[in-house]
């Protein structure tokens, strides 16, 4: 079946702009995570959704992030005024049930470059 | 988080041998351990993973070791393939709190 996909696979953004970022979870996966993956450096949790509840967004580095997922299945990752810290790759996983502690599917990632 | 840069600490292995990655975790609070497989231009892959009421778990050619005395965590690849090169990260959570990954390392298979 289809994995985690997410688009675009690339963006170069001048700074300033604003960005989205969309991923689509596997077919029925209620749980859908953001990260952040800062090059040669782990990922790091940005936030989480159970279905279309953010219930954690403790890792948005400020609130020029922001995320949605409205119907609880894609979601989509914002960036508003980007700035060059924000160049990273920027990675979707989503898990089946609801909760932090099963097995997470990762999409490819969104690599985005600030100039 | 700590900074990592931009050099992953390497292990290099000869084809066919055995390769142990080893991870120290930060939190004594935790009780899921993960490890995961990234290739260049992908996501991670799960590997394996380890609840605290266990020690030691195996899967498909890897095993998995955990010292919850001395927060240690190891990832064992048995007869090493050139498929297995690859950055490999370990994490952990707490009870019902996110995953937080580790540093890295980069598997580097010898012919």
């Known amino acids: 079946g289809a994995g985690v996909s997410q688009s675009p696979r690339y963006k170069v953004a001048k700074r300033g702009q604003d960005v989205a970022l969309r991923c689509d979870p596997i077919?029925?996966?209620?749980?859908l995570f953001w990260y952040q993956q800062a090059l040669g450096q782990g990922p790091e949790f940005l936030t989480y959704f159970q279905n279309e509840a953010q219930l954690d967004k403790s890792g948005l580095p400020s609130d020029r992030f922001f995320a949605e997922r409205p119907e609880g299945s894609v979601s989509t990752l914002k960036i508003q005024r980007t700035q060059q810290e924000d160049s990273a790759v920027y990675l979707c996983?989503?898990?089946?049930?609801?909760?932090?502690?099963?097995?997470?599917?990762f999409g490819p990632g969104t690599r985005l470059l600030v100039l | 988080g700590e900074s990592v840069g931009l050099h992953l600490p390497t292990l290099s292995v000869q084809e066919g041998d055995n390769s142990i990655i080893n991870c120290a975790y930060s939190?004594?609070?935790?009780?899921?351990f993960i490890w995961y497989k990234q290739e260049s231009g992908k996501g991670p892959q799960f590997i394996i993973d380890i609840r605290s009421n266990m020690d030691k778990r195996q899967g498909q050619r890897v095993t998995v070791l955990l010292n919850k005395t001395v927060k240690h965590l190891s990832l064992q690849i048995a007869a090493t393939q050139p498929g297995d090169s690859a950055v490999y990260f370990c994490a952990e959570s707490k009870p019902d709190d996110k995953i937080i990954f580790g540093k890295g390392t980069r598997l580097h298979i010898l012919p």
């Open positions: 939190n004594s609070a935790s009780d899921y």
């Open positions: 077919s029925g996966h209620v749980s």
């Open positions: 996983a989503s898990s089946d049930r609801g909760r932090y502690q099963e097995t997470q599917y």
